[in-house]
């Protein structure tokens, strides 16, 4: 089955203590994201990756890493978590659909995680 | 102003009626636009794309793209209880970046 699989599903912790969310996908897409949701200000992106080694800030970057080893993982860490990072995470996957009017190459469906729920104490 | 803005609702319709979620993007560069659906504490799931002016349809669903007026709306048709959920617009600005609204919240009554 395609999918995308984020773990932890739930994750509770405290100020400081670094922690890293895995992010993994099966079919064989080379762009990955990280999404934010938080209420009000909806789906926001951390950051992305074009490909493997290949990684670039979102929207919202400040405080997170990733990185990209592997094609099919992208974990997210967070190395001095604080309070403002609580917020529901979302990885999602794209592969390359081909060419739309006006633009270069187009990303196919973007497929999404399960989501994981961070709390930080 | 945010980049892509919608009204939260929730838009309420009975069911059997077309519900009408509507969107407005700022960024005139903005090329693509999509529809999600985002259950209460699930992932979206995309319902449909658009990118050229018009309507585009499928079954129940049909979006609709105004460049010139920076507009994209989603028609739902004989709408179901089961069609309740967050609906998310997006705008892609570049490969790289999709942009979100904060979605609207659509209940629809039995």
């Known amino acids: 089955e395609a999918q995308v699989t984020q773990n932890p599903r739930y994750l509770i912790t405290v100020t400081g203590k670094k922690l890293t969310v895995t992010c993994s996908q099966n079919?064989?897409?080379?762009?990955m994201s990280w999404y934010r949701q938080d209420p009000g200000l909806g789906l926001r992106q951390i950051y992305y990756?074009?490909?493997?080694?290949?990684?670039d800030k979102g929207d919202v970057p400040e405080g997170y890493k990733v990185s990209r080893k592997e094609k099919r993982n992208f974990p997210l860490i967070l190395e001095s978590p604080s309070p403002n990072q609580t917020s529901l995470y979302f990885c999602?996957?794209?592969?390359?659909?081909?060419?739309?009017?006006?633009?270069?190459?187009?990303?196919?469906?973007?497929?999404f995680g399960p989501g994981t729920r961070l709390t930080v104490l | 102003q945010k980049e892509v803005e919608q009204n939260s609702g929730p838009l309420s319709v009975p069911e059997g009626a077309i519900a009408s979620l509507n969107c407005t993007y700022s960024d005139r560069g903005s090329q693509s636009f999509f529809w999600y659906r985002q259950y209460s504490g699930k992932s979206p799931e995309l319902i449909m794309f658009i990118y050229s002016n018009g309507d585009k349809e499928d079954g129940r669903f049909t979006a609709q793209l105004n460049k010139a007026s920076q507009y994209v709306s989603l028609l739902i048709r004989d709408s179901q209880p089961s069609d309740s959920a967050t609906y998310l617009c997006a705008a892609r600005r570049s490969f790289q970046k999709l942009v979100f609204g904060t979605g609207t919240r659509l209940l629809v009554s039995p």
């Open positions: 079919m064989n897409h080379e762009y």
């Open positions: 999602a996957s794209t592969n390359y659909q081909g060419m739309v009017p006006g633009e270069e190459l187009a990303p196919g469906e973007q497929f």
């Open positions: 990756s074009m490909n493997v080694e290949v990684t």
